[in-house]
């Protein structure tokens, strides 16, 4: 889970800059054999990218981002890359889809975005 702050500079019509932090939750639990094991940590996350308008109502957007990520209990960041779609179902209410990746894991998110 996370919780983020970002900030949007328009380069022109058609593209925006992101830069944005997050507070990050995480809770992993795996079990075999009726043996369960879990574990949570918190981390600060941050990163940037491009949101690139597809259409002209500026309903639509893709998006190409970069994030890393270092958790407490962890020794290393993480540094992912990342693929988007949002759409705009008001002025400053978004839905989006991410496809995010690194060397160790992929993921795949849905969410919602409300936007000040």
């Known amino acids: 889970m996370a919780l ?3 900030v949007v500079k328009a380069v022109n019509d058609k593209i925006d800059i992101t830069a944005g932090i997050a507070s990050l939750s995480s809770r992993v ?3 075999s054999g009726g043996f369960c094991v ?3 940590d918190t981390g600060t996350g941050y990163g940037g ?3 690139i ?3 002209d109502a500026k309903k639509l957007a893709g998006k190409i981002s970069i994030q890393s990520s270092k958790f407490s209990k962890s020794t290393s ?3 992912s890359t990342g693929l988007g779609l949002g759409y705009y179902v008001t002025e400053k209410d978004e839905i989006y889809g991410d496809y995010r ?3 160790k894991a992929s993921s795949v998110s849905i969410g919602y975005a409300h936007h000040f």
């Open 49 to 51: 990218g491009l949101q």
């Open 38 to 40: 879990s574990s949570t």
């Open 53 to 55: 308008w597809i259409d």
């Open 101 to 103: 990746s690194n060397d």
């Open 29 to 31: 639990e795996g079990c």
């Open 4 to 6: 983020g702050l970002s």
């Open 77 to 79: 960041s993480t540094t």
